[in-house]
């Protein structure tokens, strides 16, 4: 279990829309140096997670924190200063459909100040030639495909290397060999910055197993685990078999 300093800390979260409760009592930490990984059946509550952790969406009870600052009372000043060292993988892409690719995906290093041009034109070419990507440097969004935008929006949030880092279904509609690569990305970004962290939420097990060290299953709103792999065992069954595959776990593949 990772036992690094807490960066963010949500405390019997609850969230609704309307007269229906989508997130119920949600308790979770994510600490330094550590992957963790958000599962769980789609519509059950992840997404709506993410959005409370960096101030996108608020609760309406409990309370999120982020470095010690509680969101709900921040002020404006304080939650732009923390959002700059958040990237944030949007499910739908988000991207600003006025800017061209390389735009987008430089739009946070010309928000943070104190590169050259020619700096950001590098690091930009570099990621998108890694996203296999470099041929759509002046491609606006509405000429992209949804798994290229989805490399994009996967550009644009790791590409100023902050320490917090927020991946909604980073490898939805992409083909085996691109999200391998978003993975290895996901890792070799967590390495690459001191005392980063991450949540990845996604339905792709496989891959995460590689990367995650801990994970939160959110089903119907709660928090029904959280740990590492090695604890599912103990769980509730419902988790073995979201983790594992039912077909699998009952034959005794794990």
């Known amino acids: 279990m ?3 300093e807490v960066v963010v800390k949500c405390s ?16 979770l930490s994510l600490r330094r ?6 599962i769980g059946p789609g ?6 997670l993410l959005k409370c952790l960096v101030g996108l ?12 600052i509680d969101l709900g009372k921040a002020t404006p000043q304080q939650l732009a200063k923390l959002r700059d ?25 010309r928000q943070q100040g104190g590169l050259s041009d020619d ?9 998108l030639e890694y996203m296999g990507l470099g041929h759509a440097l002046d491609l606006y969004p509405n000429e992209l495909s949804g798994g290229m935008k989805k490399r994009v929006g996967v550009g644009r949030a790791v590409i100023a290397e902050p320490p917090v880092l927020l991946y909604d279904d980073p490898t939805a509609g992409l083909d085996p060999v691109t999200s391998s690569k978003i993975f290895r990305l996901v890792a070799q970004m967590h390495a690459k910055i001191p ?21 939160v299953m959110i089903y119907e709103g709660e928090v029904l685990f959280d740990g590492p792999e090695s604890a599912i065992a103990d769980a509730d069954p419902v988790v073995g078999d979201f983790f594992y595959g039912a077909v699998n776990k009952a034959a005794g593949v794990v």
């Open 85 to 109: 060292g958040i990237g944030y993988l949007f499910q739908n892409y988000a991207l600003f459909d006025f800017m061209t690719v390389r735009e987008n995906v430089a739009f946070p290093l």
């Open 43 to 48: 519509g059950h509550g992840k997404s709506v």
């Open 12 to 27: 019997g979260v609850g969230k609704r829309f309307g007269g229906s409760w989508v997130l119920k009592g949600v308790d």
């Open 33 to 38: 140096n550590e992957v963790l990984g958000v």
């Open 2 to 4: 990772t036992t690094g």
């Open 57 to 68: 969406l608020s609760p309406e009870e409990g309370s999120v924190a982020v470095e010690g």
């Open 119 to 127: 700096e950001i034109e590098s690091r930009v070419r570099e990621i």
């Open 195 to 215: 005392n980063a962290c991450s949540v990845v939420v996604s339905h792709d097990i496989d891959r995460m197993k590689v990367i995650c060290d801990r994970y």
